[in-house]
């Protein structure tokens, strides 16, 4: 019988099991599970051959991965993907967030060991953990594959917030968008598929340039879309009447914002103007809590944090802008709209 006067513990034992149920996805994606699946289903015995593993422990797994909603099993005991699966945790479908997984299974999860660390002292954990002295990004791309894959991933999540990001707002007036910090391309694709009239230069560095010439050569806009490479800190940034930062602000200090959107502004023309998107936080900072989480993980991963709306409101008016407006989305990115 329940003592009404004790308060339920099923919060504390939630997120107990919730770095658990993270795990239980990330090592499926990382053991092949679900690739292996994506070919036809499989028994447990079937799949510890194939993937080389002890099969009483991937029965386990694969129970949890039911348990999660991840897979199905039928009467006879073969495992089968389900549709979500399919789309977004097998390494050869387009909408794949594999890589980004993978980032958080390796890279991520091991500075979130040291949140509290972060929170004490102030700052990322990239030298302590990996004894990195640069930014972080420039250790993702050690080799062309952990590149590619790393930037699908982002553009999996893209492909999902994106097409909302680009909507929130009338971008008709606007003749050139220019994506700052755009990676695969993923906005600038879905803003031409959204606005007709529209060109659109992809604007990265250069080791992101051929990944994103031939996403966007793929996609049923790619004549009215460029590529260039560039450091958005350093070089001149492609000519356009509306720029757009996808999580790029949120990657750093309100110093280095500062400076990338004066860049920006300097380049625009009168009434031109910038689109962020972003997850922003509620007024009060109680959410959402995909945006405080997100939080947490600029702490410990970059120089950067998440922000409410008028906290962007007012590094885009000490950049020189005007009228901000705010639009949340449906999407795991909000949009902010500035103009000059």
């Known amino acids: ?176 968008l220019v994506d700052v910090g755009g990676a695969t391309g993923h906005l600038v694709i879905a803003a031409c598929q959204a606005w007709p009239h529209l060109q659109g230069t992809v604007f990265d560095l250069p080791e992101a340039v051929p990944l994103a010439r031939e996403i966007v050569g793929a996609s049923p806009v790619s004549e009215r879309v460029s590529v260039q490479g560039g450091d958005f800190f350093k070089d001149a940034l492609p000519s356009g009447d509306l720029y757009s930062l996808g999580r790029i602000l949120h990657d750093w200090s309100d110093e280095k914002s500062l400076a990338l959107l004066r860049r920006i502004h300097e380049a625009l023309p009168e009434n031109g103007a910038v689109l962020v998107a972003e997850k922003m936080l509620n007024p009060n900072r109680s959410g959402p809590d995909w945006a405080l989480m997100q939080d947490l993980n600029m702490l410990v991963c970059t120089e950067g944090r998440e922000r409410t709306l008028q906290e962007y409101q007012q590094l885009l008016e000490t950049a020189g802008f005007r009228n901000v407006q705010g639009q949340v989305t449906d999407s795991p990115l909000d949009a902010v709209l500035a103009f000059k």
């Not at 699946?37 to 447990?44: E, K, M, N, Q, V």
């Not at 945790?89 to 958080?104: E, Q, V, W």
Request: with cysteine.
């Open 1 to 176: 019988m329940h003592d009404s006067s004790v308060p339920s513990p099923d919060v504390v034992l939630d997120l107990i099991s919730a770095c658990r149920r993270s795990k239980v996805m990330f090592a499926g994606v990382e053991l092949g599970v679900f690739d292996a699946l994506s070919r036809s289903p499989r028994t447990a015995e079937e799949l510890s051959q194939e993937l080389q593993t002890n099969e009483t422990s991937l029965g386990r797994l694969l129970d949890a991965l039911v348990g999660l909603q991840l897979l199905t099993c039928n009467a006879s005991g073969a495992y089968q993907n389900l549709p979500s699966t399919e789309t977004y945790l097998t390494s050869h479908s387009p909408r794949r967030m594999t890589g980004y997984i993978n980032y958080s299974n390796t890279v991520g999860w091991k500075l979130w060991e040291h949140l509290g660390e972060a929170v004490r002292e102030g700052g990322h954990r990239w030298k302590q953990v990996y004894g990195w002295d640069g930014p972080l990004f420039s250790h993702f791309f050690k080799d062309e594959h952990a590149k590619r894959e790393f930037l699908m991933g982002m553009h999996g999540f893209g492909q999902i917030s994106s097409p909302h990001v680009v909507r929130a707002f009338d971008l008709g007036k606007f003749q050139h």
